[in-house]
Antibody, heavy 121, light 107 residues
Framework: EVQLVESGGGLVQPGGSLRLSCAASGFTFSSYEMNWVRQAPGKGLEWVSYISSSGSTIYYADSVKGRFTISRDNAKNSLYLQMNSLRAEDTAVYYC??????????????WGQGTLVTVSS | EIVMTQSPATLSVSPGDGATLSCRASQSVSSNLAWYQHKPGQAPRLLIYGASTRATGIPARFSGSGSGTEFTLTISSLQSEDFAVYYCQQFNNWPITFGQGTRLEIK
């Protein structure tokens, strides 16, 4: 069974840092591209970052570029999001999501349950 | 950035009735579009990819159509478990973008 379990969320002050983790199981993690998606309170889903299966290709949303860093450790079946210079507007539930393609049509087929990040003084 | 606009923001429907949700892209996304269902406290659930292909295990009452800039998610004969927020998502261009969501509520 595919499982994605996020951890590392919590309360942090503005300007602070936090590192999120996503532990993957039930599939060959090294074969899949991965993403982080967030949902601020009362808002919709916002894509945050993408990383290819090898880690060689990375993309970020403009809202986090220069502050967040996505990475992965295929030996540990884990995805990470290092978040620096956090702002109140980064407060959200953060989900990791597996990227997949069927007949060239991409989608996110499995998502974790999310971890809450609250940026407040 | 491609802006995805969903309408209506909220749709009130009685169980057993059908519902039609719309998603419009600010420029063509071909058929690189997916639909998700999201309930509070749960992970989003993939419904449709490639604009019209149902994901594994998704009931036949869910159907997707459209290409280019106009897309529709149709749910026939709504069940109690279908009341949730629905999002469209485009993969045609970076950054990946979602619509703002349509809340489907019980009338």
């Amino acid at each position: 069974e595919v499982q994605l379990v996020e951890s590392g969320g919590g309360l942090v002050q503005p300007g602070g840092s936090l590192r999120l983790s996503c532990a993957a199981s039930g599939f060959t993690f090294s074969s899949y591209e991965m993403n982080w998606v967030r949902q601020a309170p009362g808002k919709g889903l916002e894509w945050v970052s993408y990383i290819s299966s090898s880690g060689s290709t990375i993309y970020y949303a403009d809202s986090v570029k220069g502050r967040f860093t996505i990475s992965r450790d295929n030996a540990k079946n884990s995805l990470y999001l290092q978040m620096n210079s956090l702002r109140a507007e980064d407060t959200a539930v953060y989900y990791c999501a597996r990227d997949r393609k069927v007949e060239d049509w991409p989608f996110f087929d499995y998502w974790g349950q999310g971890t809450l990040v609250t940026v407040s003084s | 950035e491609i802006v995805m606009t969903q309408s209506p923001a909220t749709l009130s429907v009685s169980p057993g009735d059908g519902a039609t949700l719309s998603c419009r892209a600010s420029q063509s996304v071909s058929s690189n579009l997916a639909w998700y269902q999201h309930k509070p406290g749960q992970a989003p659930r993939l419904l449709i990819y490639g604009a019209s292909t149902r994901a594994t295990g998704i009931p036949a009452r869910f159907s997707g159509s459209g290409s280019g800039t106009e897309f529709t998610l149709t749910i026939s004969s709504l069940q109690s478990e279908d009341f949730a927020v629905y999002y469209c998502q485009q993969f045609n261009n970076w950054p990946i973008t979602f619509g703002q969501g349509t809340r489907l509520e019980i009338k």
